[in-house]
């Protein structure tokens, strides 16, 4: 169903160190819209991979305007269900995010401006260790999220851990 292909080149390129940390992370983000067919895939790092208790947005890239983005804090004060199920989980599958338990915190200030309609979260470990995650939203309607997006999004985050502690070794500013 979903074709790795790209994601393997794109790790390699940053692992050898053919592409940049910004080039890579905006042709990352693209691909993972375009992969699974969401509106916008965003990377994040925990500040502090200990506490987990705040994530930063690396990059997001939005197919409705073709845009990328970075910087956004968001904190574990404001959003304290979606901070504790990944710190247990790892992993958040809200295909309807506004009625979603743990999601449902983002309502009034993330998902009702943006008009995010479902949401998807995977935690990404690097040598074993939280780093960060995938984010995928989806704008339009309510996408059901399968185990086989489930499943991409792991492999993804697993390459990518691997590509990073690479890159990190070599001395690249992943």
């Not at 790795?4 to 080039?23: E, P, V, W, Y």
């Not at 042709?27 to 895939?41: D, Y």
């Not at 504790?84 to 506004?98: C, Q």
């Not at 998807?120 to 074993?128: A, E, F, H, Q």
Request: glycine residues 6%; proline residues 3%.
């Amino acid at each position: 169903m979903f074709d790795k292909t790209r994601i393997l080149n794109l790790s390699k390129r940053l692992m050898d160190g053919s592409t940049t940390s910004d080039a890579f992370y905006d042709e990352l983000t693209q691909t993972l819209v375009e992969e699974m067919g969401c509106t916008r895939a965003s990377l994040w790092i925990y500040p502090d991979a200990l506490l987990r208790d705040a994530i930063e947005c690396v990059r997001l890239y939005d197919r409705t305007d073709r845009q990328w983005a970075a910087g956004t804090v968001l904190h574990e004060a404001d959003f304290g269900p979606y901070f504790e199920a990944m710190r247990s989980d790892n992993l958040i599958v809200a295909s309807d995010a506004r009625a979603h338990a743990v999601t449902a915190c983002f309502n009034e200030i993330y998902f009702d401006p943006l008009g995010i309609r479902s949401l998807l979260d995977v935690g990404i470990n690097i040598s074993g260790q939280p780093w960060g995650l995938f984010c995928c939203e989806n704008t339009t309607d309510v996408l059901e999220w399968t185990p086989a997006h489930v499943e991409y999004l792991r492999q993804v985050g697993t390459l990518l851990g691997f590509a990073l502690k690479k890159a990190q070794t070599a001395g690249a500013h992943a």
